[in-house]
């Protein structure tokens, strides 16, 4: 995960020093390298909103998937079967998938009552 965010902040930048660049033909070499600068103390920024995005996302799925167990436990009339399918959840530790946690939880009887 924190691989691929560096690889495309890395290309990110690439991406923006390659149009700045072209953009500022006409500029002197020090305004030119000044934008670089720039573009290089701006990175860290960017490669933070897009942890924070990523966690944001991750929270709201954890949520709804929390909330898609909730209801089938207060709605349960077998509580022994609900509990081996809820420990049948594919939940690893941090290897976790949010979407197939979700998908399996939607799976569960009683999960979409509100």
């Known amino acids: 995960m924190t691989a691929t965010l ?3 902040c890395l290309f990110g930048f690439g991406v ?6 072209t ?4 500029l002197t070499r020090k305004s030119k390298w000044m934008g ?6 701006a ?5 933070w909103l897009g942890a ?15 909330h898609l167990i909730a209801n089938a436990v207060s709605a349960t009339d077998t509580p022994a079967r609900l509990a ?3 420990r049948a959840l594919p939940l690893y530790g941090y290897e976790t ?8 939880a939607e799976t569960l009887p009683h999960a979409d009552v509100p």
Not at 52 to 66: K, W
């Open 52 to 66: 924070f995005s990523e966690q944001f996302a991750s929270g709201q799925c954890y949520s709804r998937s929390i």
């Open 84 to 86: 081996d399918q809820i």
């Open 97 to 104: 998938s949010c979407p197939r946690v979700e998908a399996a």
């Open 16 to 21: 923006m020093t390659l149009a700045f660049l």
């Open 36 to 41: 670089v600068v720039a573009i290089a103390l």
């Open 23 to 26: 953009v500022g033909r006409g």
């Open 43 to 47: 990175a860290p920024f960017f490669y």
């Open 6 to 8: 560096l690889l495309v």
